[in-house]
């Protein structure tokens, strides 16, 4: 019996996604490689203008491109983990 397992594919959209997901055995894949992703699904509609420190802001920002992600992004997820422990699900 083999017992190797496949490499995840690449997926670029969610419609790929979707039917990878529909039509493929998902037990002959390697689940130790997976990382938990988190998407924003809600409309950015809402502004916010905050003072901080330049380096803060510097500091935030490096830390956004190492992650690869915009730094307003890596800000709102700062400040969804600070609510989530405020407040666990």
Known sequence: MNTSKQQWPSL??????ERFVE??????????AVEAV???F?????RVTM??????L???KAEASKR????QR?????????MQTLHPR
């Open 12 to 17: 670029p959209t969610d419609e790929a996604a």
């Open 23 to 32: 039509e493929a055995d998902l037990s002959r894949f390697d689940w130790g």
């Open 38 to 40: 988190s998407y924003e």
């Open 42 to 46: 809600e409309d950015k509609s809402a």
């Open 51 to 56: 003072r901080l420190p330049e380096s803060q």
């Open 58 to 60: 510097e500091r935030i």
């Open 68 to 71: 690869g992600i915009k730094y």
């Open 74 to 82: 890596f800000m709102r997820e700062l400040m969804e983990r600070g």
